[in-house]
C-alpha cells in the first residue's frame, strides 16, 4: 500500500487522469479514504465528480494513475469484478417492477438462492425504512421513497464501498435534510465506507468526515469540514465552503505574527501564513460571522461602513455593508441582547487578524461565478440604481 497511515487505508487514488476527447475530465488527482470513512467529493458542475466515481467503479479507466481498492490495483477490472457498488446521479430503477424486484435484481443475476434473496431483501428494505411496500411499483412511490429503494438495491450486495452520486439532489429541502440524517445514520452503523458526490456544500459539511473539493478536474483540497472551513487553500474553496468575504490587496509588510495588506486604500492585518512576502497580491478570507459591528471588543481591525441590505433569515441577520470599495458581508445571531440595525446606519465594524485568512490570489477558480470577492462593481450599481 502506498498511503502511510495508521487508520486502514479502503480507497486510493494515486496521479489518475481522464480524458474524453479535448477535455480532461479528471487532471492527476490522488487522494485516500479509510475503512469506515464518510468522503464526499464537491465542486461545481462539470468539475469531474461524476467521472472521479466512475473510476473508482469501473465504470471508466484511467488514462494514466492507478486507483488502489484495498490495496490492489484495480487495472481495468469491471464494476462487476469490485467490491463497490454505486447510486447514480440519474436512478437507475425499473419503473414497472415492485420494489421487491427491484431490489433483488443484482442477486437474481448472481443466482443467489430464493430464500437468501428473500432474507436479504427485507432486511435491507427495513434499513432504508421502506418495510411494508414489497409490491409497490417504482412510479408508484415519492420520489424520497425511490431514493431509498435505489439506495437498498446498491446495500443489498454488502459492498465494502458504496459510491452514492448526488442521490437526494432531486428532493425537496426538507426531504433532502430528512434523508441526510437518514444516510448517516446507516453509514454510521453499518460501518461501509461511502464515497459521496454532491455540488450542496450545506450537504458535504453537515455528512462528511472528510471532503475533497474539486475545480476544473482538479483536487484543490482535502480536508475535514472544519479544516477546510477554517482554513481553505484557496480563494475558491473560501467561496466554495460557507459563506466569505474576499478582499483583494497587496502585502506591505510582513511582522512576526501578523501581515499588514492594503486593499484599495484600506489598511487590514491579517494572520502571518508564512509564504508571503511584500508586494504579493492576495485575499484576505474573513467569514461573515466573524465580523463584530459596533462592539465594544473592537481589536486589530476596525473600520466604518455604511448599511446596504439587511436580510433577516430567521435565526440570525444578515448585513451587507458599504466599507470603502468593498461590500463586506456579516451575520448577527438574532434576538438575545443584540440589536438590529437600520438601512442607512452608520457602523463600525471590527475582527481579530488571527480570525482571518491570507489566501494567494492564484488564478485558478477565476471563471467560476460562484466566485466573488468582495469588491463593489460600481458602474454596475449606478446602472441598476438609474433604471
Ligand atoms: N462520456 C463523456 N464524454 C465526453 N465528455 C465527458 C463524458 N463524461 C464527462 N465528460 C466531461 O467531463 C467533464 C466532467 O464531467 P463530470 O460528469 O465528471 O462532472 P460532474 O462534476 O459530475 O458534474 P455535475 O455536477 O454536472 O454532475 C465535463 O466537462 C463533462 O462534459
Ligand atoms: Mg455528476
Request: charged residues 25%; glycine residues 8%.
Amino acid at each position: 500500500m502506498l498511503a502511510t497511515s495508521n487508520q486502514e487505508v479502503e480507497v486510493q487514488l494515486v496521479e489518475v487522469t481522464k480524458r474524453f476527447g479535448d477535455v480532461t475530465a479528471v487532471e492527476s488527482v490522488s487522494f485516500t479514504v479509510h475503512k469506515g470513512e464518510f468522503f464526499s467529493l464537491l465542486g461545481p458542475s462539470g468539475c469531474g465528480k461524476t467521472t472521479t466515481l466512475r473510476l473508482i467503479g469501473g465504470f471508466e479507466f484511467p488514462d494514466t494513475g492507478e486507483v488502489y481498492l484495498n490495496g490492489r490495483p484495480m487495472g481495468r477490472i469491471p464494476p462487476n469484478r469490485r467490491e463497490t457498488n454505486m447510486v447514480f446521479q440519474r436512478l437507475a430503477l425499473f419503473p414497472h417492477y415492485s420494489v421487491f424486484e427491484n431490489v433483488a435484481f443484482g442477486l437474481r443475476m448472481k443466482r443467489v438462492p430464493e430464500a437468501e434473496i428473500r432474507r436479504r431483501v427485507t432486511t435491507v428494505l427495513e434499513m432504508v425504512q421502506m418495510s411494508g411496500f414489497e409490491t409497490r411499483r417504482i412510479t408508484e412511490l415519492s420520489g424520497g421513497q425511490q431514493q431509498r429503494v435505489a439506495l437498498a438495491r446498491a446495500l443489498v450486495n454488502n459492498p465494502r464501498v458504496l459510491l452514492l452520486d448526488e442521490p437526494l439532489s432531486s428532493l425537496d429541502l426538507k426531504l433532502r435534510l430528512q434523508m441526510q440524517e437518514e444516510l448517516k445514520r446507516l453509514q454510521r452503523d453499518l460501518g461501509t465506507t461511502f464515497i459521496y458526490v454532491t455540488h450542496d456544500q450545506g450537504e458535504a459539511l453537515a455528512m462528511s468526515d472528510r471532503i475533497g473539493i474539486m475545480n476544473n478536474g482538479r483536487l484543490l483540497q482535502v480536508g475535514s469540514p472544519m479544516e477546510i472551513y477554517e482554513h481553505p487553500s484557496t480563494p475558491f474553496v473560501a467561496s466554495f465552503i460557507g459563506d466569505t468575504n474576499l478582499i483583494q490587496g497587496s502585502v506591505d509588510f510582513v511582522d512576526e505574527e501578523v501581515t499588514a495588506i492594503t486593499a484599495s486604500g484600506l489598511h487590514l492585518l491579517v494572520k502571518r501564513a508564512g509564504w508571503e512576502t511584500p508586494g504579493d497580491q492576495v485575499y484576505v478570507c474573513i467569514r461573515p460571522e466573524r465580523i463584530l459591528m459596533n462592539s465594544d471588543r473592537e481589536t486589530g481591525n476596525v473600520l466604518h461602513g455604511k448599511i446596504q441590505e439587511r436580510l433577516f433569515k430567521g435565526h440570525f441577520v444578515q448585513y451587507r455593508i458599504h466599507v470603502g470599495p468593498f461590500t463586506l458581508q456579516t451575520t448577527i445571531p438574532y434576538g438575545g441582547s443584540n440589536r438590529i440595525f437600520g438601512m442607512g446606519e452608520e457602523v463600525t465594524i471590527s475582527w481579530d487578524p488571527h480570525q482571518a485568512v491570507l489566501l494567494q490570489a492564484d488564478e485558478e477558480g477565476r471563471n467560476f461565478d460562484g466566485y466573488s470577492p468582495s469588491r463593489r462593481d460600481e458602474r454596475a450599481e449606478r446602472t441598476a440604481s438609474t433604471r
